[in-house]
């Protein structure tokens, strides 16, 4: 995956998460309906064919991104680790 494509997939959570990251006074009720708002809907996500982001999945986003002082790279999606080798 290029870089560029590495950026267009890191900007897809983001735009998912933005609001749980920018907004820290959101109160604990209006964190969980946006964050079933969010899982309930249909999404167009960047090289997949899926539609549906899970609760979990939206809560390891909001964690790396924090964890990584607000990075966006930390949403960058991982290169495969047996990349190359035969199985």
Request: charge should be positive.
């Amino acid at each position: 995956m290029t870089e560029k494509e590495k950026q267009e997939v890191a900007t897809f959570p983001f735009s998912i998460i933005h609001e749980f990251v920018n907004e820290p006074n959101l109160a604990f009720g209006e964190q969980e309906k946006l964050l079933r708002d969010k899982c309930a809907r249909k999404w167009n996500i960047p090289y997949s064919e899926r539609s549906s982001i899970g609760r979990s999945t939206i809560l390891r986003w909001i964690s790396a991104y924090k964890e990584s002082g607000c990075k966006l790279e930390a949403l960058y999606p991982k290169d495969r680790s047996d990349r190359g080798k035969s199985r």
